[in-house]
């Protein structure tokens, strides 16, 4: 019985079937006394009740748990009966009755009182819900189970645990399992079962074993007997040890962490910088405007994820289309309405397109306000890759580097492979010899701005899940991005990716010992110093095309 | 490479002797409208205003300082606000200094910031920072030196064109990013301010803040009259040239960098001192002034004002400081919009800035004898100059 | 040529007719300076739509002293050193009766000089850090020990925590906090090693070293908490990293101190449910002043989906404690206003009512909420009583022995008990 109502509560199935009526048994009305204590007990006497509820042997337990740990149990004052409750799209509530079987109408929030939980309380359910869950039919959901009762070894049935394992078939679940029991006879065995324990935990990762180690280990010190016993020195060695593996492998870990930190940095800065290298590499333009073409791309997210509110999964998908045309065609329209008539200026462009920028960013917040604009994650950009224990990636870091390169190699294929990239090229390096050959070097200008444009509002899109979409969003990465595009060497694709990523990559290994803002203020000095020594950053253009 | 500065010389004392004389007028109005009339009066100048064209002075010193060094030796500075915040900082010690024990936890000896950081004595750069000569030697020194250091790197190793710019960026960033701290004893981001008195005159005193907008004027007059002198002289011609094909005057056996460096720092001692009189008139330094997006503002006032034209410049400041101050006022919703398309049409329609609009005002009311007068728009010839360069 | 001369001349016109357009007579005038643009826009434009909305309301019920109400807006465009031009401007010029505004503290100190040499009013309605009292100013918004100690005491008795973690921006709010913390902390029997501090630029976008820090440190099996001052929009990048890197409430509770309503609006706050936040005021809170107050919000603002947060009371509290000082003193001047307010009581939105004391700062109910999956709070625990804004803390050397009054005969708002003397002028 518990194990099919422990599914479906995971499973978030409708509650609906679950109202099972169980005869009127004397246990169950003393799970009635309980639950009608719930409405009127205080957050500081909660915690008990709780356990008194847990305790019940009926099967509605572990449903009225979960629901009370998700902030959906509540009080029906005219009826006087404990609902759950869920808000519908009539910004009423829908009913289902915790004990009876009978429909509920969906009344307003005024007709009930929550039954409040706080963060302790919800830990306590959590465990308690943990252990009940450690006899689920689904493996994941016992995973998950044993994984929350690791970190917190203390609330474990360690009885029950005992008995799982024997029947457990998961070898990764009966893994954890034995390293719970393992803790355990670590605390409180003999001296031989705590050296054969350590043994046995010996190189794995979980804090929480290292915990155990070092907790072990304090009580070993404490006890000041060391030289007397030859057993406790050879415990006291056997815990060093184990304790110093485990931060071995700690630190090479970290060191990963910090790549990773440091690659997905850079790619953010590949992302803002590259349209800039061909607007302001190949073009010559400082385009102030860059970092609003970013913010365009985001606020495009939003608009489309505000257009197809059940499509959240793929919004950014369509986005990114959506964006590059957006950014791309205001970036047209700039290139039409202005820049053109700057030719032969370019560091007047940068007064122009100043006041586009400004221009634009009043405009954001003309049509969407001076607030910031929520833009979701799909499920699919949240949490992250556990790698082990204490090495996991985010996935939206993780898909965002993936993306980063591929509009990377995109670009670079299509100025290098295809014919708009050709003439891009061509006009980039002789107008006048391009011109003669009959390119339409107006044309090729216009769709260039647009190109550039187009990929900083791609940009805009993967930063709409990393930071906030508001008028300032492009501010804060314009500076970043002139400075990734003249370290690798203005019109330089490939100085601008290794630019990005050797600036990402510094920021994040200095970060840990400097802080965030001496880090930063080193790479910059250290930037400025590179400039003297190489003038023309780390790729710089050859042949007479070159600046 | 005719353009304005080749043209005979009585046109350009014409000018310097032009914008004196409107300081000195302007001066003269303010000074006796607001201490001869009474409020209420139709000529009566308020200290609201006083205070006002102060600022925009100081600004105007700081546009200047920034023409010099890109209408007429082709650094386009994006970090010019370093120098202008870093003789606001040297002021604004020496004034905090002089708040003594009147700050809010009446210690003697400390600013309150650092009382407050539990700091028990002044750090060493702060030694001296008590007395006014030594303040007044670090409001040109500190500018000074730190362009003298950055400078001769840079251009020795022939940094130019948009690198130069990105790095005075960078600079002026990490400044920035430096001056936040609070562990750098300058007060992190609320910076310095509670000023009282300047040598020994209240702040607040609407006498004071007439002098310093006196002050400001001869300033500016004085950093007008030095960038006059220095544009017309032989080395001038020699920096316009560096502008114009560093490379041709490279071959001709000048030591381009040694120029540069030299006007750059000149250029950077004016901005400091702008700085210096900004600080007591606003009432605060604080590290949002080494802000890039500020640096662009002025390279902006310069573009807007007329590039190459000294008085340009001052043009430029005041009119797009006067723009902000009443649009901020008149339409506080929407003002980015009018800032912003000022920008645009300026760059469309007057490609020579406000000063640009003028000498064709000019020459129409009164035809040339010579093509030279006509402006050649120094940013073209220079920036295609600087982009040919390989 | 002539086109554009035409164009100048008759821009410089029209900028010219509007200056005058903007006098009227015989109206109150109440100056907004709050930034309209740049990057404290974000949070400052709700509060001059607030204030536009109680002159609005406070009109509607006939205006003050038989007078109309108008505001007059501008933009000090979050650069510090405009903010004190607009308030010069404001006061001398537009010649304002009393000023709503400033949020950053710096902006407060930069408007501050002007306040005091043209005697002018303000009421500033952030939380902010204390170590300040001008007479020419009022501080509506939370002192640290309205909102940071309680908040503490909160995490240690209810939540268990043991180990520490203070991060915050790197300004004056969050550096004095932070110490004010430490020293609260320790004198708790908190070890050193216990607690971490660390400190951020603003906007600061990228947390991933942080965040793992913090999972790093709270790893050791003993309860961890993070009291966080991060300021404005590092806000978002930090809880999207900390929901990314599984770091729930349940393990590590981030109690937030600049996190309201308005900064949850632009985000999915899934992930963070059970996060806290201590602030004088929670639009969840049911009441009927509140539900009135949020009603006229959404419906000032034409938008349903607009929240109320702490400040927006802050900037209600105030106002009305003005129009009830400017009552009682039967006329707008400053000084006579500036007394009257000392004892002005106004309910609160929260329930209990708030009292202007004689140090310029309010006694108000301190309330701490979790964070709810629709972005509002959840009110889990709150003081039994008002607490009384404290501008000296008790806590920092310095400032223990200081105290703000500006009734007589002290009138000083650093007045030393020790030495008694006031130790500013």
């Not at chain 1, 009580?219 to 030289?227: E, I």
């Not at chain 1, 065609?329 to 053109?340: F, M, P, S, T």
Request: net charge neutral.
């Amino acid at each position: 019985m518990l194990r099919i109502f422990s599914l479906l509560v995971f499973s978030c199935m409708s509650w609906f079937a679950l109202a099972e009526n169980a005869p009127a048994t004397e246990s169950n009305t003393q799970f009635e006394t309980l639950l009608a204590q719930l409405p009127s007990t205080k957050l500081s006497k909660m915690a008990p009740l709780v356990d008194k509820i847990a305790a019940q042997p009926s099967p509605q337990v572990p449903e009225l748990l979960q629901h009370l740990m998700e902030g959906e149990l509540y009080y029906l004052k005219a009826a006087n009966e404990l609902v759950y409750a869920q808000p519908n799209q009539q910004q009423t509530y829908d009913l289902t009755s915790v004990l009876k079987t009978e429909a509920l109408a969906p009344v307003s929030i005024y007709a009930l009182k929550k039954i409040r939980t706080n963060n302790r309380i919800r830990g306590q359910i959590r465990d308690l819900l943990a252990n009940m869950y450690l006899s689920n039919s689904s493996p994941a959901v016992r995973l998950q189970a044993i994984k929350q009762l690791l970190d917190n070894p203390s609330k474990t049935g360690i009885t029950s645990i005992t008995r799982l394992i024997k029947t457990e078939q998961e070898k990764e679940i009966r893994e954890l399992m034995s390293v719970v029991l393992l803790i355990e006879q670590l605390e409180k065995g003999q001296t031989a079962e705590k050296l054969a324990a350590i043994s046995q935990l010996e190189g794995r990762l979980e804090p929480t074993v290292k915990n155990a180690l070092v907790k072990e280990l304090k009580k070993l010190s404490a006890s000041q007997d060391l030289s007397i016993s030859q057993d406790k020195s050879e415990l006291h060695k056997a815990l060093t040890r184990a304790i110093g593996q485990m931060e071995q492998d700690g630190d090479f870990y970290q060191l990963l962490d910090y790549l990773f930190f440091g690659l997905s940095m850079g790619s953010v800065l590949l992302l803002a910088a590259i349209g800039l290298t061909i607007t302001f590499g190949v073009m010559g333009v400082i385009n102030m405007a860059h970092g609003e073409m970013m913010m365009l791309g985001a606020y495009t997210t939003y608009v489309i994820q505000q257009t197809f509110p059940n499509l959240i999964e793929y919004s950014l998908l369509m986005a990114v289309p959506a964006a590059f045309l957006v950014s791309g065609l205001v970036g047209v329209l700039i290139e039409r309405g202005v820049i053109r008539f700057l030719k032969g200026r370019p560091l007047e462009t940068l007064l122009a397109t100043f006041g586009i920028s400004l221009i634009l960013q009043q405009l954001v917040r003309t049509v969407f306000s001076p607030l910031n604009r929520q833009v979701e994650a799909p499920q699919w950009m949240s949490g992250s890759l556990e790698i082990n224990p204490i090495f996991s990636l985010t996935y939206n870091r993780l898909y965002i580097i993936i993306f980063a390169l591929m509009v990377f190699f995109s670009l670079l294929m299509i100025l290098k492979k295809s014919s708009l990239g050709l003439h891009v090229r061509a006009v980039s390096q002789n107008r006048d010899m391009a011109r003669a050959l009959s390119i339409k070097s107006s044309w090729v200008d216009a769709i260039t701005f647009g190109l550039g444009s187009g990929v900083a509002g791609i940009a805009g899109v993967a930063l709409s899940q990393l930071t906030n979409v508001g008028p300032n969003l492009g501010q804060d990465y314009i500076i970043d991005s002139f400075l990734v595009v003249v370290f690798g060497g203005v019109g330089s694709l490939w100085g601008t990716l290794v630019a990005a990523m050797t600036l990402g990559t510094f920021n994040k290994f200095l970060e840990p010992s400097m802080g965030p803002v001496l880090a930063n203020i080193i790479v910059l000095v250290g930037l400025v110093l590179f400039i003297q020594k190489r003038p023309k950053g780390l790729f710089p253009q050859k042949g007479r095309s070159a600046e | 490479m005719k353009n304005l500065l080749h043209s005979p010389g009585f046109k350009k004392l014409n000018s310097l002797h032009f914008v004196i004389a409107i300081l000195f007028i302007t001066t003269l109005y303010v000074t006796v409208c607001n201490l001869a009339f009474a409020p209420g009066s139709f000529f009566y100048v308020s200290n609201y205003t006083v205070s006002l064209l102060g600022k925009y002075l100081c600004y105007a010193l700081l546009a200047l300082a920034v023409d010099l060094v890109w209408g007429y030796c082709g650094i386009l500075s994006l970090g010019h606000g370093a120098f202008f915040a870093l003789g606001g900082y040297a002021m604004g010690m020496y004034l905090m200094r002089q708040i003594g024990d009147r700050g809010v936890y009446g210690n003697p000896d400390l600013p309150d910031f650092m009382v407050f950081l539990n700091w028990t004595e002044l750090p060493w750069y702060w030694a001296g920072s008590d007395n006014v000569l030594f303040m007044v030697l670090l409001v040109f020194a500190g500018p000074g030196l730190l362009a003298y250091i950055f400078g001769t790197m840079a251009f020795r190793s022939r940094v130019s064109g948009v690198y130069l710019s990105i790095i005075t960026q960078a600079m002026t960033y990490a400044l920035m990013l430096s001056f936040f701290r609070n562990e750098m004893g300058f007060g992190g981001n609320n910076g310095l301010t509670d000023f009282k008195e300047i040598f020994g005159f209240s702040l607040q005193s609407p006498d004071t803040k007439l002098a310093l907008f006196v002050a400001t004027a001869v300033a500016l007059a004085f950093g007008y009259a030095v960038s006059h002198f220095i544009v017309n002289s032989k080395m001038g011609r020699v920096v316009t040239a560096i502008r114009d094909a560093e490379d041709r005057v490279r071959f001709v056996g000048y030591k381009p960098q040694h120029y540069k460096v030299w006007i750059f720092v000149v250029s950077a001692m004016l901005a400091g001192l702008a700085g210096a009189l900004y600080v007591p008139q606003v009432g605060m330094i604080n590290p949002g002034e080494f802000s890039p997006l500020n640096s662009i503002e002025i390279v902006i006032w310069v573009a807007i004002g007329g590039r190459g034209t000294l008085y340009g410049a001052i043009i430029g400041a005041v009119v797009v400081s006067y723009a902000k101050t009443r649009f901020t006022a008149i339409m506080p919703e929407v003002w980015l919009f009018g800032l912003g398309g000022l920008f645009v049409l300026v760059t469309l329609l007057l490609p020579k800035g406000i000063a640009g609009l003028f000498a064709s005002v000019l020459n129409k009311l009164d035809p040339p004898t010579q093509p030279a007068n006509e402006p050649q728009a120094p940013s073209t010839t220079a920036t295609t100059a600087a982009e040919s360069k390989s | 040529m002539k086109f554009k001369k035409l164009i100048l001349a008759s821009s410089i016109v029209a900028t010219g007719l509007m200056t005058n357009l903007t006098y009227a007579a015989e109206n109150i005038k109440v100056g907004v300076l709050h930034s309209l643009s740049g990057t404290m826009a974000i949070s400052e434009t709700t509060l001059k739509d607030t204030v536009l909305m109680m002159i609005a309301d406070q009109n509607a019920k006939g205006g003050l002293l038989g007078k109309k109400l108008e505001a007059v807006v501008v933009d000090p465009a979050s650069n510090w050193p405009l903010f004190a031009e607009k308030g010069r401007e404001l006061l001398a010029k537009e010649k304002v009766d009393v000023i709503f505004g400033s949020w950053t503290s710096v902006s407060r100190k930069s408007v501050l000089p002007v306040l005091e040499e043209l005697n002018g009013l303000m009421f500033y309605p952030v939380q902010y850090e204390g170590e300040e009292s001008s007479q020419n100013v009022f501080y509506t918004g939370a002192a640290p020990n309205q909102q940071a100690i309680p908040a503490v005491d909160y995490l240690m008795n209810d939540i268990g925590a043991e180990r520490w973690v203070l991060l915050g921006t790197d300004y004056v709010y969050p550096r004095t906090t932070n110490k004010i913390l430490e020293a609260y902390l320790l004198s708790k029997g908190v070890e050193a090693k216990d607690i971490m501090i660390n400190y951020t630029p603003f906007g600061h976008s990228d947390w991933q070293n942080i965040v793992a820090d913090v999972k790093t440190f709270g790893s050791t099996g003993k309860k961890t908490a993070v009291v966080s001052t991060i300021n404005g929009d590092a806000n978002i990048p930090f809880y999207k990293e900390l929901g990314n890197q599984g770091i729930s409430a349940e393990d590590i509770p981030v109690m937030a101190f600049s996190v309201g309503e308005e900064e949850l609006s632009g985000f999915d706050t899934t992930p963070l449910v059970g996060h806290l936040a201590a602030w004088n005021y929670f639009q969840s809170v049911r009441t009927e002043e509140n539900d009135k107050f949020i009603k006229s919000w959404k419906k000032f603002i034409g938008d349903d989906e607009r929240v109320t947060n702490d400040p927006m009371e802050a900037t209600y509290i105030g106002f009305k404690m003005w129009v009830k000082a400017v009552e009682k003193a039967g006329t707008t001047d400053v000084d006579a206003v500036e007394q009257a307010m000392i004892g002005i009581a106004v309910p609160n939105l929260t329930g209990g009512i708030a009292v202007m004391n004689a140090n310029h700062h309010l006694s108000k109910p301190v309330l701490i909420g979790e964070i709810q999956a629709n972005g509002q709070f959840e009110v889990v625990w709150s003081t039994p009583d008002t607490v009384i804004g404290d501008a000296w803390s008790d806590f920092l050397p310095v400032s223990k022995d200081l105290i703000s009054d500006w009734t007589a005969p002290v009138s000083c708002g650093n007045f030393n008990i020790k030495t008694a003397k006031c130790s500013g002028e």
